[in-house]
Each structure stands twice: as C-alpha cells, then as structure tokens.
Nanobody, 121 residues
Framework: QVQLVESGGGLVQAGGSLRLSCAAS????????MGWFRQALGKEREFVAA????????YYADSVKGRFTISRDNAKNTVYLQMFSLKPEDTAVYYC??????????????WGQGTQVTVSS
C-alpha cells in the first residue's frame, strides 16, 4: 500500500511558477512510476506528466511540455512537479498518482487527495 500526500498548491498570477510536491509512504515507492494528473472544474481528469521508477524517463502532456518539469527523489520518497509560465487554463486540482506509469488513469493504483492550483489572469 502506498499513501500519497500532495502539497505546494496555491494562487499565482499568470506567468508565475509553483512547485508541487507529493510525499509517499511505503517501501515500494522506489519501484513505482509516478504521475501527475489534473482536473479542472466540470472537466475530466487529465494526464499532465509521468516519470519512471528511476527518474530516467519522463512524459508530458502537450499542453504543459516545455513549461512543467517532473522529477523525483527516491531517497526522500517524493515526486515534484515544477510549473513555470503558468496560464489561467492550468487552474485545476492536481493529483499525484503511483503505479505502472503511462498516460492513462487506469495505469495508476494509488492516488493522493489533490492540491488546488489557481492561476489568475
């Protein structure tokens, strides 16, 4: 079992930056791929970024490529999402997930509670 707790969300102006963190419990963290998803009000939860167990491979949604960076620190059981050049359309609840990896929700077994990111124009 893996428990995930996100932090770092908040209110930021367009063009600003935020770094989200996801702290994981459980010794299996290092063997799991990690992902970030987001869900805007009234919309489906969508893939944002993913990273494999070692941190050597990363994937991004086209909408965030070049602006967001996913990374992980296995010694700290933590995965990060650094977000630059934020846009109002990035406003959503951001969820951390752990599992096999990939871009689909069904590929992740464990989910955090989410952290709100609001970007004002």
């Amino acid at each position: 079992q893996v428990q995930l707790v996100e932090s770092g969300g908040g209110l930021v102006q367009a063009g600003g930056s935020l770094r989200l963190s996801c702290a994981a419990s459980g010794r299996t963290f290092r063997s799991l791929a990690m992902g970030w998803f987001r869900q805007a009000l009234g919309k489906e939860r969508e893939f944002v970024a993913a990273i494999n167990w070692s941190g050597g491979t990363t994937y991004y949604a086209d909408s965030v490529k070049g602006r967001f960076t996913i990374s992980r620190d296995n010694a700290k059981n933590t995965v990060y999402l650094q977000m630059f050049s934020l846009k109002p359309e990035d406003t959503a609840v951001y969820y951390c997930a752990a599992g096999l990896g990939g871009t689909a929700r069904y590929e992740y077994n464990f989910w955090g509670q989410g952290t709100q990111v609001t970007v004002s124009s």
